[in-house]
């Protein structure tokens, strides 16, 4: 696994595509449990290279119910971004992840992992790479029928507070999603 990640953190692959240059952010370890796969690096985590470090990552440990210690220990928690690199800024947000990374990292990865009990898919483009058919129509849709793909995967939305108003829109979320997602994540990381 190390020499994996290793070999990652050197990928240049979509190197000339990046406005800020190359700087895969991942984290794992052969005997984590919970797999994270979101969306990509933003600006912040660029720059620091902790991942989910900014106000969507506190959402997210808030969300799982953890502490940052249990959420950075890799033999908790792997954390495999769509895209490795922080991909620019768009008109109206950061830029997809690039679309290099998952095909060419992912099923090498997940197959090192072997105690993974569970694989949030946070986002749309998570879902749509792994869930393909099988989503619904909207990510709404998906999230709100988030049973349907346990035990395997727990569909999420981002945790960014830009979706503060879906939140607000969609109480079910609060009331029924969450506490399924502290209690999944309680029971395999006790």
């Known amino acids: 696994m190390k020499k994996l990640l290793a070999e990652i ?3 240049n692959i979509c190197a ?3 406005e800020f240059g190359p700087r895969p952010v991942l984290a794992a370890d052969s005997k984590s449990k919970i ?3 979101g969306q990509a690096p933003g600006s912040i985590v660029h720059r620091t290279g902790i991942p989910w470090d900014d106000k969507s990552g506190e959402n997210l440990r808030n969300w799982m119910g953890i502490n940052n210690e249990q959420f950075y220990d890799p033999k908790n928690i792997a954390i495999i971004p769509m895209g490795f690199c922080y991909p620019g800024k768009g008109k109206s947000g950061d830029l997809p992840p690039r679309k290099e990374c998952a095909p ?3 099923d090498t990865i997940l197959k ?3 105690n993974i009990k569970l694989v949030l898919l946070i986002g749309s483009y998570a879902q749509n790479y792994y869930l393909k058919e099988a989503k619904k129509r909207t990510l709404t849709e998906t999230v709100k029928n988030f049973k349907a793909y ?6 999420l939305p981002h945790p960014s507070p830009r979706n503060n108003i879906w939140q607000a829109k969609n109480p079910w979320f609060k009331e029924e999603v969450l506490p399924g997602l502290k209690r999944k994540v309680k029971t395999i990381l006790k």
């Open 16 to 18: 000339s595509e990046l």
């Open 112 to 114: 090192e992992l072997k």
């Open 104 to 106: 060419q990292w992912h």
């Open 150 to 155: 346990m035990p395997e995967y727990f569909v």
């Open 9 to 11: 953190r050197q990928c």
């Open 35 to 37: 797999a994270i796969i």
